[in-house]
């Protein structure tokens, strides 16, 4: 499983994430707390990633889907916390994304925001495969009635799938 990541060169440093996103180390027990409370299990995969670290901004940013049609930017993967303001469970976790801004809570879980600022999410998808198989991982746009687009068939292929940002720099003619 993630045979192609170094996990010491995953995750950005930052004060203000650390501070506002990234939890203590994540235990057995968390987890099993967390999906208790969420009524989901967790992929294999999601638990690795988050015992690494337990939530923040990646390195790369940027997925795109193997047509090239999406482009989506991630912001922050969120801890398993609920000391965390962007944790599953913190000030900015599932209830607020469901309660505030409506997102559909029959989706599964959502595990990480865009740099839309709210406008898109991205989730563990657990429409097809109930709530304790493998979820694919999806993103749903506010702006669209809530639209949702898979992007990837499971947590690794998508954490796999991510590249690094490219700068845009305009150049005036």
């Avoid at 969420?38 to 690795?48: C, M």
């Avoid at 999406?70 to 962007?86: A, G, L, P, Q, W």
Wanted: aromatic share 16%; hydrophobic share 30%; charged share 30%.
């Amino acid at each position: 499983m993630f045979d192609t990541i170094d996990f010491n060169n995953f995750w950005k440093e930052s004060d203000y994430i650390s501070e506002v996103c990234t939890g203590e180390n994540l235990t057995d027990e968390m987890v099993q707390y967390a999906e208790q409370k969420l009524g989901y299990k967790f992929p294999e995969s999601y638990i690795v990633l988050m015992k690494t670290r337990n939530g923040g901004k990646p390195l790369n940013t940027v997925w795109f889907d193997d047509r090239n049609r999406y482009r989506v930017d991630v912001d922050e993967i969120f801890s398993i916390s609920e000391d965390k303001k962007d944790s599953l469970f913190g000030t900015y976790g599932n209830e607020f994304w469901y309660e505030e801004w409506e997102y559909p809570r029959n989706v599964g879980i959502i595990i990480a925001d865009t740099i839309s600022g709210g406008h898109e999410m991205i989730y563990l998808d657990y429409r097809g495969c109930g709530k304790n198989g493998e979820p694919k991982v999806s993103l749903c746009s506010a702006e669209d009635d809530h639209e949702i687009i898979v992007l990837a068939n499971s947590f690794e292929e998508f954490i796999l799938g991510l590249t690094p940002s490219e700068e845009i720099y305009y150049q005036n003619l």
